[in-house]
């Protein structure tokens, strides 16, 4: 098991923009995809976007399209970079590891403990 961390949450203004980082124990394998979901109380955990290690391809929910950019930092690291947040974004972010080009959140088998992000004027 690779725990995952996640950083970089916090409160901003609508218009803000805020990067969240997610870091691995371990190298990240070529094999997996990296992705990020969000949740917030009473609702079902969200697909924000996705990236796949070997290729970098990406992918991204209609919600944060044009607004976020999920990049490779380093061997251990990926980002999501959010921009024109709004109220709407709010909610807890969690990055995850699988290995399955996916949306849905049961196919990722390794999740960390959440960033919180919190737009709000």
């Known amino acids: 098991q690779v725990p995952l961390v996640e950083s970089g949450g916090g409160m901003v203004q609508p218009g803000g923009s805020l990067r969240l980082s997610c870091t691995a124990s371990?190298?990240?394998?070529?094999?997996?995809?990296m992705a990020w979901f969000r949740q917030v109380p009473g609702k079902e955990r969200e697909f924000v976007a996705r990236?796949?290690?070997?290729?970098?391809?990406t992918a991204y929910s209609d919600s944060v399209k044009g607004r976020s950019t999920i990049s490779k930092d380093n061997y251990n690291t990926v980002s999501l970079q959010m921009n024109s947040l709004k109220p709407e974004d709010t909610a807890l972010y969690y990055c995850?590891?699988?290995?399955?080009?996916?949306?849905?959140?049961?196919?990722?088998?390794?999740w960390g403990q959440g960033t919180q992000v919190t737009v709000s004027s």
């Open positions: 990236l796949r290690w070997s290729t970098g391809a």
């Open positions: 371990g190298r990240i394998y070529s094999s997996a995809i």
């Open positions: 995850a590891r699988g290995s399955d080009w996916s949306s849905i959140s049961s196919d990722y088998r390794f």
